[in-house]
């Protein structure tokens, strides 16, 4: 099974910064992978499929990059709204997640 | 609109079995699959596995094979998710989500809390 590497687990950040979270598979995973985002007390939501695909009304601060076994999640100037955890998911037949990124307030 | 609407809380003694119900609608329930996730407490997202609803197909987590059974009902448009020998570190919010349209999960039920308690 492929394994994702998730990092920071924790990131402190302000309003205004860019962030950077990193994810890296165990094998080469082509392009199948997606970022979620996930506030207290709520469910999942997708943010990008296809490891670049910004997923429909997400705000464009949010982009995905890679291919094969190494990718990113930039948001290009954190909002207030973004403090929140985030997930990689590997999409292949077993599609497991990475350890998660709880980016909060500095 | 698609929804996805999962059964109740649970409360369960340690050794018994649950099983949670997804009643998905708003989309042709036998064209895509369901998957189940889990969230302890805390912690990450935890893949347990997904069912084709057409052909009734499963794969499971290797950390779950042989607790873990996902069956579904295609005149009801359900998926259920029965754990077995439950323990205390069962306790968590179970999810199912589907992927309509793209490759990950972009529906998700609203979560049903299990509790494994003595």
């Known amino acids: 099974d492929i394994q994702l590497t998730q990092s920071p687990s924790f990131l402190s950040a302000s309003v205004g910064d860019r962030v950077t979270i990193t994810c890296r598979a165990s094998?080469?995973?082509?392009?199948?992978l997606g970022w979620y985002q996930q506030k207290p007390g709520k469910a999942p939501k997708l943010l990008i499929d296809?490891?670049?695909s910004l997923q429909s009304g997400v705000p464009p601060r949010f982009s995905g990059s890679g291919s094969g076994t190494e990718f990113t999640l930039t948001i290009s100037s954190l909002q207030p709204e973004d403090f929140a955890a985030y997930y990689c998911q590997q999409l292949t037949t077993h599609p497991y997640f990475g350890g998660g990124t709880t980016v909060e307030l500095k | 609109q698609v929804q996805l609407v999962q059964s109740g809380a649970e409360v369960k003694k340690p050794g018994a079995s649950v099983k949670v119900s997804c009643k998905a609608s708003?989309?042709?329930?036998?064209?895509?699959?369901m998957h189940w996730v889990r969230q302890a407490p805390g912690q990450s997202l935890e893949w347990m596995g997904w069912?084709?609803?057409?052909?009734?197909?499963?794969e499971y987590s290797q950390r779950f094979q042989g607790r873990v059974t996902i069956s579904r009902d295609t005149s009801t448009s359900t998926t259920y998710m029965e754990l077995s020998n439950l323990r205390s570190d069962d306790t968590a919010i179970y999810y199912c989500?589907?992927?309509?349209?793209?490759?990950?999960?972009?529906?998700w039920g609203q979560g049903t809390l299990v509790t494994v308690s003595s």
């Open positions: 989500t589907s992927s309509i349209g793209v490759s990950a999960s972009n529906y």
């Open positions: 069912i084709n609803a057409g052909t009734g197909n499963t």
């Open positions: 296809g490891a670049s």
């Open positions: 708003g989309y042709t329930f036998s064209h895509y699959a």
């Open positions: 094998q080469g995973i082509n392009n199948y």
